[in-house]
T-cell receptor, first 110, second 116 residues
Framework: SQTIHQWPATLVQPVGSPLSLECTVE??????LYWYRQAAGRGLQLLFY??????ISSEVPQNLSASRPQDRQFILSSKKLLLSDSGFYLC?????????FGSGTRLTVV | AQSVTQLGSHVSVSEGALVLLRCNYS??????LFWYVQYPNQGLQLLLK??????LVKGINGFEAEFKKSETSFHLTKPSAHMSDAAEYFC??????????????FGKGTLLTVNP
């Protein structure tokens, strides 16, 4: 069966520190992969999506970047975190227009 | 451009009462529509989806939604609310982003409170 792993579950980082969130998918090949951010009262915003290894599309200009070094691995990064990067980050994958979400990472930048 | 609007950021009902969460969409092509539920500090769980065919869609936990093309709506209902239904609910539409690639765009969510 297909599963999606996302870690860590919670993270507290100081302003200006780097960030790396990882997401891996099992049980499927060549999925579309997504990073969403959920900020308080603002719903879910699509940050990045990827249709294949090394292929990244950015939806909004921001302080973050994404990479897909392997077919089933999707990484969200930042070189220097801002306070405004705080939020709940969700990874997702889709095949044939069915989306499955990870359990999320709560990031607090202090 | 396609979009999703959820009317009411917060809905409060009594236990046993009807639950109605409203969703309207804008799409230039026949949409795929979804309802997701999110419990605190958890990911999203799919409640139900509409692709093609029957316009009344039944999902998990007793929820259902009806696709009404003429009204561009996909409202979520449940006849009798349970305390465990308290959560945030998101309506979403899948958009073609080029070729066979699709993105999922969400409404801003509706927080459902169930009072005893």
């Amino acid at each position: 069966s297909q599963t999606i792993h996302q870690w860590p579950a919670t993270l507290v980082q100081p302003v200006g520190s780097p960030l790396s969130l990882e997401c891996t998918v099992e049980g499927t090949s060549n999925p579309n992969l997504y990073w969403y951010r959920q900020a308080a009262g603002r719903g879910l915003q699509l940050l990045f999506y990827s249709v294949g290894i090394g292929q990244i599309s950015s939806e909004v200009p921001q302080n973050l970047s994404a990479s897909r070094p392997q077919d089933r691995q999707f990484i969200l990064s930042s070189k220097k975190l801002l306070l405004s990067d705080s939020g709940f980050y969700l990874c997702a994958w889709s095949v044939l227009r069915v989306w499955t979400f990870g359990s999320g990472t709560r990031l607090t930048v202090v | 451009a396609q979009s999703v609007t959820q009317l009411g950021s917060h809905v409060s009902v009594s236990e046993g009462a009807l639950v109605l969460l409203r969703c309207n969409y804008s799409s230039s092509v026949p949409p795929y529509l979804f309802w997701y539920v999110q419990y605190p500090n958890q990911g999203l769980q799919l409640l139900l989806k509409y692709t093609t065919g029957a316009t009344l869609v039944k999902g998990i936990n007793g929820f259902e939604a009806e696709f009404k093309k003429s009204e561009t709506s996909f409202h979520l209902t449940k006849p009798s609310a349970h305390m465990s239904d308290a959560a945030e609910y998101f309506c979403a539409v899948s958009l073609n982003s080029g070729g066979s690639n699709y993105k999922l765009t969400f409404g801003k969510g509706t927080l459902l409170t169930v009072n005893p």
